[in-house]
């Protein structure tokens, strides 16, 4: 069975770091693009970064660009996402799903991120 | 980037009765759009895929049409477990966007 699970959220001070991380299992990990996703207590979906099957091209949002990493290994069938420089405003649950021919198959239960002094 | 746009906000309906969701793009999407549906407490799941096209899984009650910036979600006759948020998601352009929801309740 497909499954994806995000751990390494937590409370962080603005202007904190944290590493998120999703692992992937029953399916071919290296085939398939992987994303973030979050949503902000009581708000809709917001799509945050993308990463390549091989890792060697990704895509965020301008709103995240400069501050948060997306990378992947392979080897280990783990997607990450390295938030910099955390902000009130990226406080949300964040969801790391699979990208199957261009479409968000599958979800993880997500991963809560706080920021806040 | 491409903002997309749900109507109505929120559907009161009863069970067994027609829902018709709808979403419009600031742009052309083509077909490259899909629908997502999220209980409480739960993530996101695939509906439609490519404007029209059934997930795997998901009730033939379920069906979507449109393309270009024109798209709307039907569920045919609404069971006690559809009642839930809707989200609408295009792929036709960077960065990929969602609608704002709607959510389908009880009326």
């Known amino acids: 069975e497909v499954h994806l699970v995000e751990s390494g959220g937590g409370l962080v001070q603005p202007g904190g770091s944290l590493r998120l991380s999703c692992a992937a299992s029953g399916f071919t990990f290296s085939s398939y693009w992987m994303h973030w996703v979050r949503q902000a207590p009581g708000k809709g979906l917001v799509w945050v970064s993308g990463i390549y099957n091989d890792g060697s091209s990704s895509m965020s949002v301008d709103s995240v660009k400069g501050r948060f990493t997306i990378s992947r290994d392979n080897a280990r069938n783990t997607v990450y996402l390295q938030m910099n420089s955390l902000r009130s405003e990226d406080t949300a649950v964040y969801y790391c799903?699979?990208?199957?021919?261009?479409?968000?198959?599958?979800w993880g239960k997500g991963t809560t991120v706080t920021v806040s002094s | 980037e491409i903002v997309l746009t749900q109507s109505p906000a929120t559907l009161s309906l009863s069970p067994g009765e027609r829902a018709t969701l709808s979403c419009r793009a600031s742009?052309?999407?083509?077909?490259?759009f899909a629908w997502f549906q999220q209980k409480r407490g739960q993530s996101p799941r695939l509906l439609v895929y490519d404007a029209s096209n059934r997930a795997t899984g998901i009730p033939a009650r379920f069906s979507g049409s449109g393309s270009g910036t024109d798209f709307t979600l039907t569920i045919s006759s609404l069971e006690p477990e559809d009642f839930a948020v809707y989200y609408c998601q295009q792929r036709g352009d960077w960065p990929w966007t969602f609608g704002q929801g709607t959510k389908v309740e009880i009326k």
């Open positions: 799903t699979r990208d199957k021919l261009g479409y968000l198959d599958v």
């Open positions: 742009q052309s999407v083509g077909t490259l």
